[in-house]
């Protein structure tokens, strides 16, 4: 898989490319003929008046995992197909500190030696992460909850 640039959005289907324009039905996507080097540079500057609406975006891989959607273009235009086949641990680890900094909020968890950088700090109240595994390994924050949950699984 190509390396993601986020934001990501989510698609209803697979895109048909035309003499450099990226087309679901009869509403352009993305208009390759254009100069910009982002998909939403291309799409302010398309001259085409039927612009395919992108209802849904992702910032992070974690809400990637979450979409039930399978189709995704980035923000550079490259579209791809992702179906969940992976199942991986979910664990919940009680959050032992929460330092905000200027543009992350570091996390601390008990039982896992290393901290997880987040956009934004949880929501007051919030005392257990819930942690997927990769490999055995502690790799992402799925999400924050009041109360520990039971440990799971979920398909990545």
Known sequence: MHKIHYPIYVISEEPEE???LLLIGDQVVDDKNMPGKTLGMRRLQTPMRSLYPLRYQLDDEVAMMKHRGK??????????????????????????KVEKKDIATVIWLKDIPFPF???RPPSAGTSWAGILYKKG???KI?????EKKKDTWRKI
């Open 117 to 119: 950088i987040e956009a």
């Open 137 to 139: 390994l502690p790799w």
């Open 71 to 96: 189709h995704f273009i980035d923000s550079d235009g490259v579209y791809w197909y992702d179906e969940k086949t992976t199942t991986t641990t979910l664990k919940y680890h009680k959050i032992r």
């Open 142 to 146: 799925w999400e924050f909850c009041e």
């Open 18 to 20: 035309i003499d450099g």
